[in-house]
């Protein structure tokens, strides 16, 4: 079975989002055909409050799916179609906008380090007008897969006999927490057609054999083709975000929240939006 090789390491940039919620974008800036289905992947985090309390007030999205999770802390989201609740730590928000979302995801105040990841996905062509759909995915119904030095969280995907909770997603993408032992050395089994990328959030590792250059905390590792992704954690150990989906190779329009194929799809969302007559069904 082939390997994948390292195409390219990403270290993401700073960036101040929402109100004011600082936060590492690890990808997002333009070059959606590198990691395409995916769109965005933010990484954020601080023990200090002030970095993230201003948090993301009421904005719209269509087009995409949003996938929040929380490592530690707490997030409050509603919407305009009357879903609320709280994600807390270890729970995961997966959110189709479809046809059209108005929502809210603010933070609490969290002792400790606050941090998480929400991930953009891109919707197909076919897709983007579908019915919005909202889960919340609680902590004890992710299930794990224990290899040799090893485990996965599967949030969405499957891994050997082991099958996440998100099902019946549109791209069928994998989202993956991966944690490994000091020093431990591994191979994961993906599927050959899909875009695989690796970000690191804890430890350091590497994930080509051929070279030495490792990735760590904040770091994003892209990957070439191949059906296996060799993995080498470092001295403290490593933990790791995988999202691997199969690349829709279609145009993008986007422009902040919403994403389209085209630029007049994307002029007549933010027109609809003005007018009042973004929301076309309420979630399914």
Known sequence: MKQRKIKTILDGNWVIEGAGVKLKRIFGFGDTE?????LLLDNFGSSNPADYIAGFPWHPHRGIETIT???????EHKDSLGNSGVIKSGQVQWMTAGSGI??????????????????WAN????????????????AGDIPEYKGEGFKIKLICGDYGDVKGPARDILTEPWFFDVQADPGAEFTLKVRPEDNVLCCV???????????KQEAGPGQLAVLEEGGAVACSAGPEGLRFMLMAGKPLKEPVAWSGPIVMNT????????????????????FS
């Open 34 to 38: 590198l990691t395409d289905p995916f």
């Open 69 to 75: 999770y929380m490592i530690e802390g707490a997030v």
């Open 102 to 119: 108005i929502h809210q995801e603010m933070p609490k105040t969290y002792e400790g380090n606050m941090r998480g990841f929400q991930l």
């Open 123 to 138: 919707l197909p062509k076919k897709h983007k007008m579908t019915g919005p759909r909202y889960r919340d995915i609680r």
């Open 201 to 211: 959030f804890e430890g350091k590792g590497r994930f080509d054999k051929e070279k």
């Open 263 to 282: 630029d007049s799809e994307l002029r007549k969302a933010f027109e609809e939006y003005r007018k009042g007559t973004f929301i076309k069904a309420r």
